[in-house]
C-alpha cells in the first residue's frame, strides 16, 4: 500500500498538494487515509495478465464459473472475457443465517481474462498493443505464471522457467509505461513552451516536473510505479498517467495437480519469492494449481466435498478472490433486514455519507447519520437488541470513517431508512 510522501521536492509542490486535496474527492476519505492509486470507484476489477497458454482462462473459469475456450496452444484468448465472482464471507453467511432474508446480495469482484503477453508486446508484438490496452482497462492485476512442467502443453519460451518469465512480462508493463509517459512528458513539455489557452502556464510547468520525476523514478528500474512513495498530487498525475505498473499485482504461481495434491505448494517458491522481493517487495504469492482448481470446478458440491477431505487439500480460489479484493483497497459493509441482506463494496477509509452514496446518491445528499452495530459485536451477542442494550449499537455523524464489517443503518432526510430497502 502506497503510504504519504516523506519527502517534499518543493514548497510548490506542497501548496499544490493542499489545493488539491480541496479539488478532489480526498474530503471523501477519512483524513489519516494512506494515499491510494487507481481510480475511486467501488466497481473495480481484477485482470489476469501473463505469458500465453500457462492456465490463464483455466483459472478465470474455475474462479468465474465460466466456460470461455481454454486449450493448449498459445493466443486462445484474443478478446478478453468479464465474469463476476462472489466474494467469500463467513460474516456474510451468517449474517444471512440470523436474519433469513427473502433476499441475499454478496459482495462481487470483477475479473477479467486478458490473452496472453509476449516478448515484444509493448513494441506491438503478438498484438501485443491491443492486449495492453486490455491491461490498462482493470483496476488490479493477477500476474499468473507458469511452474508447471508437461511436456504436452507447450511453451511459448520452450523452457520451464517462472523466474524468467516473471521478468518478460515485468518488462512489456514497463516498457509499455515508459512509452506512454514520454508521449504525455512531450505533450506537457510542448504545452509549456507554448502557452495554450484554459491551461495555467504555472500548472503546466509543476505537471512537466511530476512526470519528470516519475520518469525519473522509472528509469531507476528498481521497482514498478506502485512501489514508489507517493503524495497526493504524484498519485493524482499517476492516476492521469494510466499507468500499467502502478496497479496492485498478487502473483500466483501455477503448479502442477500432482504437486499440489502432494502438498507441494510452497516447494519451488523460493526463487519466485525472491524476485518478487528484489523487484516489488511486499507483493502476495499465492501457489496453486490451475489444473486442480480446474478439475475440482467441474464436480458437483458433493463430489467435491468428498474428493478434497479424501485427498486433505483446499482451494485456492477464496484466497486468490479475497487478495485480489483486499489488493484493490475495498472493504465491506452490510445492510440488513428481513427483506434483504447486502454486503456494499467501498473504498477503505470512506466516510459515512459516502459508502451511504453508493447504495443512492440521494442517501449521501440527504445523509444525517449513521447507525452502526459492529459484526463481531453482533455475533458475539446474537440479535439488534442485545447489542442496543450493551450500548453498543453507535450513531455516527458524517465523519464517521466506515470500518470493514459494520452493520449500517443510515438516516437521511429526517427519516430512518434501513438500507436494505424493504
Ligand atoms: N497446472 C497445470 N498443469 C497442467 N496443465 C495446465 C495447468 N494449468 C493450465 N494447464 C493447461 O494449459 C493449457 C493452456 O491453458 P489456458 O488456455 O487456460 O491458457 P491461457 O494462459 O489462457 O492461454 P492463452 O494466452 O493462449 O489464452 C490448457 O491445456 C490447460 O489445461
Ligand atoms: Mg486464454
Redesign the pocket.
Known amino acids: 500500500m502506497l503510504r504519504t510522501f516523506q519527502r517534499q521536492f518543493s514548497s510548490t509542490s506542497s501548496a499544490l498538494a493542499k489545493k488539491s486535496k480541496k479539488s478532489t474527492k480526498k474530503d471523501a476519505l477519512d483524513s489519516a487515509a494512506p494515499v491510494f492509486l487507481g481510480r475511486p470507484s467501488n466497481h473495480l476489477k481484477m485482470g489476469?495478465v501473463?505469458?500465453?497458454?500457462?492456465?490463464?482462462?483455466?483459472?478465470?473459469?474455475a474462479l468465474t464459473n465460466s466456460s470461455?475456450?481454454?486449450?493448449?496452444?498459445?493466443?486462445?484468448?484474443?478478446d478478453p472475457s468479464e465474469a463476476i465472482v462472489q466474494v467469500p464471507d463467513e460474516r456474510f453467511d451468517w449474517l444471512c443465517d440470523t436474519y433469513q432474508p427473502k433476499k441475499v446480495t454478496p459482495a462481487h469482484l470483477t475479473v477479467l481474462?486478458?490473452?496472453?503477453?509476449v516478448r515484444g508486446a509493448a513494441s506491438g508484438a503478438g498484438l501485443g498493443n491491443a492486449f495492453l490496452s486490455n491491461v490498462a482497462s482493470v483496476d488490479g492485476l493477477y500476474h499468473?505464471v507458469?511452474?508447471?512442467d508437461?511436456d504436452?502443453?507447450?511453451h511459448v519460451e520452450n523452457t520451464v522457467d517462472p523466474v524468467r518469465d516473471l521478468g518478460i512480462i515485468q518488462d512489456e508493463l514497463r516498457l509499455k509505461d515508459e512509452e506512454s509517459v514520454e508521449r504525455q512528458l512531450g505533450e506537457w513539455t510542448r504545452m509549456a513552451s507554448k502557452p495554450v489557452p484554459g491551461q495555467h502556464p504555472a500548472r503546466v510547468k509543476e505537471q512537466v516536473q511530476m512526470i519528470e520525476h516519475i520518469a525519473d523514478f522509472m528509469a531507476s528500474g528498481t521497482r514498478d510505479v506502485r512501489k514508489g512513495d507517493w503524495d497526493l498530487q504524484q498519485a493524482q498525475v499517476i492516476n492521469s498517467l494510466h499507468l500499467l505498473t502502478a496497479k496492485p499485482m498478487i502473483y500466483l504461481c501455477?503448479?502442477?495437480?500432482d504437486q499440489?495434491l502432494a502438498g507441494e505448494a510452497q516447494e519451488g517458491l523460493s526463487d519466485i519469492q525472491k524476485w518478487v522481493n528484489e523487484n516489488n517487495p511486499g507483493d502476495i504469492i499465492i501457489p496453486?494449481?490451475?489444473?486442480?482448481e480446474?478439475k475440482i470446478s467441474e464436480m458437483g458440491l458433493e463430489e467435491r466435498t468428498d474428493y478434497l477431505a479424501s485427498k486433505g487439500v483446499e482451494s485456492q480460489l477464496p484466497k486468490v478472490i479475497l487478495a485480489g479484493y483486499k489488493a484493490l483497497n475495498l472493504l465491506r459493509y452490510f445492510t440488513c433486514g428481513p427483506e434483504e441482506v447486502r454486503a456494499w463494496s467501498v473504498r477503505n477509509y470512506s466516510k459515512a455519507p459516502q459508502a451511504a452514496g453508493v447504495i443512492h446518491t440521494d442517501f449521501e445528499r440527504g445523509f444525517i447519520s449513521a447507525d452502526i452495530m459492529k459484526y463481531a459485536d453482533l455475533h458475539e451477542l446474537g440479535t439488534e437488541a442485545a447489542v442496543r442494550s450493551a450500548g453498543k449499537f453507535l450513531q455516527k455523524g458524517k465523519d464517521y470513517v466506515m470500518e470493514d464489517g459494520d452493520i449500517a443503518h443510515f438516516k437521511f432526510n429526517g427519516k430512518i431508512k434501513e438500507l436494505s430497502l424493504d
Do not use: H, W
Open positions: 489476469v501473463g505469458l500465453p497458454n500457462i492456465g490463464k482462462s483455466s483459472l478465470f473459469n470461455v475456450p481454454a486449450e493448449n496452444y498459445p493466443f486462445c484468448t484474443i481474462d486478458i490473452a496472453g503477453l499468473l507458469r511452474a508447471f508437461n504436452d502443453v507447450t501455477n503448479i502442477s495437480l499440489y496453486l494449481s490451475v489444473a486442480f480446474s
